[in-house]
């Protein structure tokens, strides 16, 4: 069985600190058994190396998340990268042509998808692993789970099963009747009690019927071909597109805890602590969290059930309850983000400011990991000057290689070829200057450190490194 882990989103539901490139799967908000802070991302990549599914997953995801993901859960994970955002249904059949064509599936796989940002126990991977078994028993066209619910909530979407089988390992699943989507309270308790389970954002199937799919739609099944012309298959949900119309469909029901930690009265729940960052929550605030990305601190005095939110994108004061409306609110607003995660560390934007005569100035703050680099590029629109504040690591400017330190300056004009190598934390203030300030003004030449010491090998013993 292939699993595919979709990560997408916009990053709305949980802003300021999610943004167009730090969706919700990326913020370190939960404590692991270590009682470290990690992302949703890390976690499901945690318990999918504990339940052995780890070496046959891959993960869906678009351009801007790229970076991210390689910074956080590593740079060797298989990535398919969508060549431009839709919805699930083409970013699966994306998926279904890679395995197709590069990681020799044969079309009796069975190909498991699920979200990368739901919150479950480690019992639900062993759940997983009964899918394939189910399908082939049940000659189902699809195969789901369900989570069974514990309240009636109107989030989440839920599967109307029929009467439940028994396979011959004694595992329950059941025929699905129907679909209702995030119904109404009172409807949603009708639901509950009718045995309804809520529907996990899983979805099984064999290769071939999906692949069957685009071909009846005259869509190619190689992969390279489909990238050329993904902008043909529908935007829209694999929900509406596939499940709503497949004839045989099961559901296999999970008994463990599951939660869509989409918006902060959710996330919250799940949070070990009502501090993070810097500030105060005074002992008379009941059921209130602050989450403080900024250096200045945040104080909350005698109010409850809030959320306080500050990052470099902006400040959220909301009712817990009021919480999930934000992404109404903020669907028009256009900014750049304002701090991302890289492969490398990470930037925050510290100022920008813009002259009547159209000169801009962005100042930002990076922090690059020991070990790490950054490409080795050049900016057409711009110059930069690098002021490092600590840390120390390696620099090439036009091919000539140096060391960098605590209080050094560097000057890098427009069209100069440079990068730099963290030895140790490096962390320095970027000011870029020009008329275009944006993130594509950069032509990369090399990504890889060794490949750039190899190119300048007869630099490096040089008397200036």
């Keep these: 069985m292939k699993l595919i882990l979709l990560s997408g989103g916009s990053g709305k539901r949980l802003w300021p600190l999610s943004n167009a490139s730090r969706a919700k799967q990326f913020l370190r908000m939960i404590k692991n058994e270590d009682t470290k802070l990690e992302s949703m991302i890390q976690r499901v990549w945690r318990q999918l190396h504990s339940a052995q599914l780890a070496n046959n997953t891959h993960i869906v995801t678009n351009k801007a998340q790229v970076d991210m993901i390689q910074n956080q859960i590593g740079t060797g994970i298989p990535l398919i990268v969508e060549p431009e955002r839709r919805d699930t249904f083409p970013a699966i059949a994306l998926a279904a042509s890679y395995l197709y064509t590069f990681a020799e599936a044969s079309l009796d796989e069975i190909?498991?998808?699920?979200?990368?940002?739901?919150?479950?126990?480690?019992?639900?991977?062993?759940?997983?692993?009964?899918?394939?078994?189910?399908?082939?028993?049940?000659?189902?066209t699809l195969a789901l789970i369900g989570a069974y619910p514990s309240y009636p909530s109107e989030k989440y979407g839920y599967i109307v099963p029929r009467h439940p089988t028994l396979n011959e390992h004694r595992m329950p699943y059941m025929t699905v009747q129907k679909f209702i989507e995030k119904p109404h309270k009172e409807e949603a308790q009708k639901l509950i009690e009718q045995k309804a389970l809520w529907n996990c954002g899983v979805?099984?199937?064999?290769?071939?019927?999906?692949?069957?799919?685009?071909?009846?739609?005259?869509?190619?099944?190689?992969?390279?071909?489909?990238?050329?012309?993904?902008?043909?298959?529908?935007?829209?949900?694999?929900?509406?597109?596939?499940?709503?119309?497949?004839?045989?469909?099961?559901?296999?029901?999970?008994?463990?805890?599951?939660?869509?930690?989409?918006?902060?009265?959710?996330?919250?729940?799940?949070?070990?602590?009502?501090?993070?960052?810097?500030?105060?929550?005074?002992?008379?605030?009941?059921?209130?969290?602050?989450?403080?990305?900024?250096?200045?601190?945040?104080?909350?005095?005698?109010?409850?059930?809030?959320?306080?939110?500050?990052?470099?994108?902006?400040?959220?004061?909301?009712?817990?309850?009021a919480s999930p409306r934000?992404?109404?609110?903020?669907?028009?607003?256009?900014?750049?983000?304002?701090?991302?995660?890289?492969?490398?560390?990470?930037?925050?934007?510290?100022?920008?400011?813009?002259?009547?005569?159209?000169?801009?100035?962005?100042?930002?703050?990076?922090?690059?990991?020991?070990?790490?680099?950054?490409?080795?590029?050049?900016?057409?629109?711009?110059?930069?000057?690098?002021?490092?504040?600590?840390?120390?690591?390696?620099?090439?400017?036009?091919?000539?290689?140096?060391?960098?330190?605590?209080?050094?300056?560097?000057?890098?004009?427009?069209?100069?070829?440079?990068?730099?190598?963290?030895?140790?934390?490096l962390e320095l203030i970027e000011v870029q200057i020009g008329n275009e300030l944006i993130e594509e003004d950069i032509v990369r030449f090399c990504m890889i450190w060794e490949e750039m010491e190899k190119a300048y090998e007869h630099l490096l013993h040089a008397p200036f490194y």
């Design 326 to 425: 934000i992404k109404e609110i903020m669907q028009n607003m256009r900014q750049r983000p304002m701090y991302e995660e890289r492969r490398w560390g990470w930037y925050r934007v510290l100022d920008y400011q813009k002259s009547e005569d159209g000169k801009e100035v962005l100042t930002k703050r990076l922090n690059i990991l020991a070990g790490k680099n950054l490409s080795y590029q050049m900016h057409l629109k711009r110059t930069e000057v690098w002021t490092i504040i600590s840390g120390e690591g390696e620099f090439i400017l036009n091919g000539k290689w140096s060391r960098i330190k605590q209080g050094d300056v560097l000057q890098i004009p427009i069209g100069a070829r440079h990068a730099a190598k963290a030895t140790s934390d």
């Design 111 to 140: 190909v498991c998808v699920l979200p990368v940002d739901a919150y479950v126990e480690n019992c639900f991977f062993e759940r997983m692993k009964k899918i394939e078994e189910t399908i082939l028993e049940s000659g189902a």
């Design 203 to 321: 979805f099984a199937f064999t290769l071939d019927y999906l692949l069957g799919l685009l071909s009846d739609s005259g869509l190619p099944l190689q992969y390279e071909e489909l990238v050329k012309r993904y902008a043909e298959l529908p935007a829209t949900s694999f929900d509406y597109e596939v499940v709503e119309k497949a004839g045989h469909i099961v559901v296999i029901p999970y008994e463990g805890e599951w939660r869509d930690l989409g918006t902060w009265n959710t996330l919250t729940e799940k949070m070990d602590t009502h501090l993070i960052g810097k500030g105060v929550v005074s002992i008379d605030s009941s059921n209130t969290h602050l989450i403080n990305e900024l250096e200045i601190p945040v104080a909350i005095l005698g109010l409850s059930n809030i959320v306080v939110v500050s990052s470099p994108d902006g400040i959220l004061v909301s009712d817990k309850s």
